[in-house]
């Protein structure tokens, strides 16, 4: 957290060790013996039903909740052997209402922690402004000396979680962060979001209970059942192909066939080993034509409209490189099935 320090890349694990909560007069934990270890640098969603102790699970890590028994670290370190409002500058929270101050402009909501940690002007007038950049908002626009009032719902929120990034802290947590923006701006956040933490790295705990928004965000995905107890902690492609028990299965949907072929490139249904087909061969077929890096439901979209067996796959010349055929997209639609199939002949 020094303020001479431009690295932005300082990521810290979070683990919870039986971590359970009790709120006074429940007969029930909210949490339930949560043991969990999101690694350095890894985005992990929580996602459940309401009630299952996502909210619970993140203000225990911050402390905004006290752990009834149970650990979290943060590294090696104890949560509980930190001072609580020190232990609050090291994480960045970002949380629906974006929680700017409204009498504040945007460059003094940024700045707000590093002047608190005694940073001195230029470098709080840097860090704005290097970090208004990373999300796309150009400090020349004067975005910097506007009250949040004055900014789009979607710019309000790319403000928030730079604000939380401000001090460069080594853990992020963010709660329902995007659920209060409209489908086209969620999905500019999100994307934007996904590339800012492949730049940065951060350790991020990311609470939601949309299932489709965990499976575009996440490295791994921690699904809480009612009574705060984890079903399951896996990458996407095993949720969706493998879900551990009933409630899972029903919790991502019955069309998981079709979320997981949205996580495959189509490039990754090509066979190695086998034969690409010349551009003779592929005119003839008169399949649709994909790029490697679009994703198996895109392929599978295009074969449906072209009521065609396959489609062609090409490279970022459209040069073709391979074929994927309706039979392998629904093979791996089906559950189960490794993502790397296929042949390139059709
Ligand atoms: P989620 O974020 O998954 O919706 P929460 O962590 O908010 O779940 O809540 C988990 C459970 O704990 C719920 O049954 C909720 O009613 C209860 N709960 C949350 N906060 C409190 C509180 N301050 N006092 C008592 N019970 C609470």
Redesign the pocket.
């Known amino acids: 957290m020094s303020e001479d320090s431009n690295d932005l890349r300082t990521a810290s694990s979070i683990t919870f060790d039986q971590a359970t909560?009790m709120?006074?007069?429940?007969t029930?934990p909210?949490?339930d013996a949560l043991d969990l270890n999101v690694e350095a640098g890894e985005l992990v969603c929580?996602v459940?039903?309401?009630?299952?102790?996502?909210?619970?699970?993140?203000?225990l890590v911050n402390r905004l909740?006290e752990l009834s028994s149970g650990d979290i670290r943060l590294g090696e370190k104890s949560i509980g052997s930190l001072n609580a409002i020190q232990l609050r500058r090291e994480i960045g929270y970002v949380i629906q209402q974006t929680g700017l101050f409204p009498h504040m402009t945007i460059a003094d909501n940024i700045g707000l922690v590093p002047q608190i940690l005694g940073w001195k002007k230029a470098s709080i007038r840097n860090r704005v402004h290097e970090l208004l950049e990373l999300v796309g908002l150009t400090p020349t626009d004067d975005i910097a000396k506007r009250y949040p009032g004055q900014l789009s719902g979607g710019q309000q929120q790319r403000v928030g979680i730079v604000r939380a990034l401000a001090a460069n802290p080594p853990v992020m947590l963010m709660?329902e962060p995007f659920g209060a923006l409209d489908p086209i701006t969620r999905a500019h956040v999100q994307d934007e979001f996904l590339a800012l933490h492949n730049e940065i790295g951060k350790t991020t705990l990311f609470?939601t209970?949309d299932i489709d928004e965990a499976i575009k965000m996440s490295n791994r995905i921690a699904i809480?059942k009612?009574g705060?107890k984890l079903a399951q902690f896996d990458t996407p492609d095993t949720v969706l192909s493998r879900p551990a028990d009933d409630f899972v299965e029903q919790f991502v949907g019955e069309d998981r066939g079709l979320k997981r072929l949205s996580l495959i490139p189509v490039r990754k249904m090509l066979n190695p080993s086998t034969v690409v087909p010349s551009d003779k061969e592929t005119a003839s077929l008169s399949w649709p034509r994909i790029e490697r890096d679009k994703s198996a439901r895109t392929a599978l979209s295009l074969v449906l409209a072209a009521e065609t067996d396959g489609v062609v796959v090409t490279d970022g010349d459209d040069v073709p490189v391979g074929t994927v055929t309706l039979k392998e997209l629904a093979s791996i639609a089906g559950s189960g099935n490794d993502a790397v199939a296929g042949s390139t002949t059709p």
């Not at 709120?23 to 429940?26: A, I, L, N, R, W």
């Open positions: 909560k709120y006074p007069g429940q029930d909210a949490l929580l459940g039903p309401s009630g299952g102790g996502k909210t619970t699970a993140l203000m909740v709660d609470v209970h809480l009612p705060g």
